[in-house]
Structures are given as structure tokens and as C-alpha cells.
């Protein structure tokens, strides 16, 4: 069975720190999909990034990045020099594509990452 | 601009009493999707539907229906058979169903019970 643990129910920093948010996963599958989302206080979830299980490159997008080791299961995340506007509830995601539209989708539970002035 | 509108926002429900959430999406995605947050909780999925005038059971589908007669909209029935409703209701949509698709959602409906 597929799994997602995000440990870290609550951080809360300090603008301008750098946080990185943890992702552990658990899949039996060889190919596989991460992704994270971010959902702010408006409620609404928005697509952050999409990793697939073949290509453990670290990608950057502006103050973004992310940390993908299959060796350790993990997909991190991290925010440089965060910013109030970072405040949000994160979460990392799981898909096992089998072909077709058997597959399965697991959230994480999510960190509330608070960002104080 | 594109995108689902979920209504209402917010929304009572008496002991007892079904209830309607509303999910319409203008992007033209094949696939609709009905997850409900919990706090503290991930999501976990209702039910989905990859296209018209078909749908699937999720992880929790007991005490809630759905239908999809047309593209755009794909409303949740929250029936009296669901014993605990108070959650945060995420209505999302993607192209086709597949595992490698991003999802798109609204921005959900909050239901109390009174």
C-alpha cells in the first residue's frame, strides 16, 4: 500500500529563513509520480511541481526547490528566504500510474508552514 | 479566465437533511474529482468521475452520491446516511484521469452541521 508521511504537522519561522519542508513516501510500484501542492488560506489547492520516479534531478524555480532521493524515499522541499505570502498548508502527493485509470492518488497530511513578520 | 467555481462557500446542514455542493469547471477537463479535508488530515477522495454520465467510488464514499450529466459539473449529495459531514469539501478536475496529471481545484465549500 502507498503512503505519504509529512512529520512535520506545524513550522513557523521567521521571514527570510529558509525552511524546508520533509516528504516521506512508500510505494511498491516502479514508476510513480510526486507532486506538491499548496494550499492557502483562500482554501484552494494549487500545483507546485510533478516529479516522476524516473528523473531524481533537484529542480529550482525561483525561491523553490526541491530535493528528490530515492534511496531515502523522499521528496523535500524547501522555501529560501521565505515570506509572510508563503504562509500556507503544504502538501506532498503520491500517484502509482499502472496504465489505464487504475491508479491511486495519496496525500500527505500536511504542514502548516506559518511565515511571522 | 478558467477555472472551477465551487458554491457555497459555506454551508448548514440539519440533522436529518441532504445537501448539495456545487462544483463547475470551464477548463474542459475530462475528470472530476470530490475529496473531503478533515483538519489536520490529508485529503481523501469521495468519489471521481473520469467522464460524462460515469463515476467511480473513492476511498469514502459511503453517505454521499454524485452524477455527471454534463462536462462541466459534477455536484456532491451529502445524504443523511452520512453521520459525520463536518468537513472541508475539495471539488477538482484534470484532463484525462491519469496518475501523471496535475490537479486543478476550487477553492471548496465548508460544511457544518447545525
Known amino acids: 500500500a502507498q503512503k505519504v508521511t509529512q512529520a512535520q504537522t506545524e513550522i513557523s519561522v521567521v521571514e527570510k529563513e529558509d525552511v524546508t519542508l520533509d516528504c516521506v513516501y512508500e510505494?511498491?510500484?516502479?514508476?510513480?509520480?510526486l507532486f506538491w501542492y499548496k494550499q492557502p488560506p483562500s482554501g484552494e489547492l494549487v500545483f507546485l511541481i510533478r516529479r516522476n520516479s524516473f528523473d531524481e534531478q533537484n529542480e529550482i524555480s525561483g525561491r523553490y526547490s526541491w530535493n528528490f532521493q530515492k534511496s531515502t524515499s523522499s521528496f523535500n522541499f524547501t522555501i529560501t528566504a521565505s515570506q509572510v505570502v508563503d504562509s500556507a498548508v503544504y502538501f506532498c502527493?503520491?500517484?502509482?500510474?499502472?496504465?489505464?485509470?487504475?491508479?491511486?492518488?495519496?496525500f500527505g497530511k500536511g504542514t502548516l508552514l506559518t511565515v511571522n513578520p | 479566465d478558467g477555472g472551477i467555481t465551487q458554491s457555497p462557500k459555506y454551508l448548514f446542514r440539519k440533522e436529518g437533511q441532504n445537501v448539495t455542493l456545487s462544483c463547475e469547471q470551464n477548463?474542459?477537463?475530462?475528470?472530476m474529482y470530490w475529496y473531503r479535508q478533515d483538519p489536520g488530515q490529508g485529503l481523501r477522495l469521495i468519489y471521481y468521475s473520469q467522464i460524462v454520465n460515469d463515476f467511480q467510488k473513492g476511498d469514502i464514499a459511503e453517505g454521499y452520491s454524485v452524477s455527471r450529466e454534463k462536462k462541466e459539473s459534477f455536484p456532491l449529495t451529502v445524504t443523511s446516511a452520512q453521520k459525520n459531514p463536518t468537513a472541508f469539501y475539495l471539488c477538482?478536475?484534470?484532463?484525462?484521469?491519469?496518475?501523471?496529471?496535475?490537479?486543478?481545484f476550487g477553492s471548496g465549500t465548508q460544511l457544518s452541521v447545525l
Open positions: 502527493a503520491l500517484s502509482e500510474d499502472r496504465g489505464g485509470s487504475n491508479y491511486k492518488l495519496t
Open positions: 477538482a478536475s484534470s484532463r484525462p484521469d491519469r496518475g501523471y496529471e496535475k490537479l486543478f
Open positions: 510505494t511498491r510500484d516502479t514508476t510513480y509520480y
Open positions: 477548463l474542459n477537463h475530462d475528470a
